[in-house]
């Protein structure tokens, strides 16, 4: 691995369904985020986290939830999808909070 | 609440000098980033400012005046790989970065 991957690159889901969108470094960076992204909009944080074994809510946390139980992983939890979170999902990394944040190539996903 | 505000699409030639504008009301202010995003891929880190002033890299310049809530990114000798969108996006007083909706970058031969 080299850099931040994303899994799985797109997604088509049921509305009800729970998804979890996984996102994995290997900078050995502390902070973490999860964004979406929508046509006209600007990247919206979803949820971060600062170090592991800690996370933080974003503009839109809503219908979403995130866990950090290691330095390298940030999965994000669908716990039961709407339409209206459809978007293209990034995880993105960076070594502190205020520091550059580098992004992972995204998950489209569509729920229907 | 907080904003910022970019053109939505810009034009420009090959071989050209391009500006993009960013204005910024935010609740504190931490450092100003520049991202391209070429469409259906990541951003990607381009530039930071913190301080008042010009920062060079190759051709692509960065300008920031934390007086007047603003930056632009100029585009030197514009090559059609350059057709990106291009966003502006600030640190606030909480350490999450502000996202402006983007500029979208046309380069016509």
């Known amino acids: 691995i080299a850099g931040i991957t994303q899994a799985p690159t797109s997604q088509i889901l049921a509305a009800g369904r729970r998804m979890t969108l996984r996102c994995t470094q290997d900078?050995?960076?502390?902070?973490m985020y999860w964004y979406r992204q929508d046509l006209g909009l600007g990247l919206r944080l979803i949820h971060y986290?600062?170090?592991?074994?800690?996370?933080g809510k974003g503009e839109v946390p809503d219908g979403y939830s995130v866990s950090r139980a290691n330095t390298d992983d940030f999965p994000l939890t669908l716990a039961s999808a709407v339409p209206s979170q459809t978007s293209v999902y990034f995880c993105?990394?960076?070594?502190?909070?205020?520091?550059?944040?580098?992004f992972g190539p995204g998950t489209r996903l569509t729920v229907l | 609440g907080q904003n910022i505000d970019q053109p939505t699409e810009m034009t420009a030639t090959e071989g050209a000098i391009v500006q993009i504008n960013c204005t910024y009301q935010?609740?504190?202010?931490?450092?100003l980033f520049w991202y391209q995003q070429h469409a259906g891929e990541a951003p990607t880190f381009l530039s930071y400012?913190?301080l008042d002033g010009l920062e060079e890299k190759g051709r692509f310049s960065s300008f920031l005046s934390r007086s007047k809530g603003y930056s632009y990114l100029l585009l030197k000798e514009l090559q059609m790989k350059d057709s990106a969108s291009y966003l502006c996006?600030?640190?606030?007083?909480?350490?999450?970065?502000?996202w402006g909706a983007g500029t979208k970058l046309i380069i016509k031969p």
């Open positions: 993105a990394s960076s070594t502190k909070n205020t520091d550059t944040q580098y």
């Open positions: 900078m050995r960076h502390n902070a």
């Open positions: 986290s600062n170090t592991a074994g800690t996370t």
């Open positions: 935010t609740s504190g202010f931490n450092g």
């Open positions: 400012n913190v």
């Open positions: 996006a600030v640190l606030d007083s909480n350490y999450q970065l502000i």
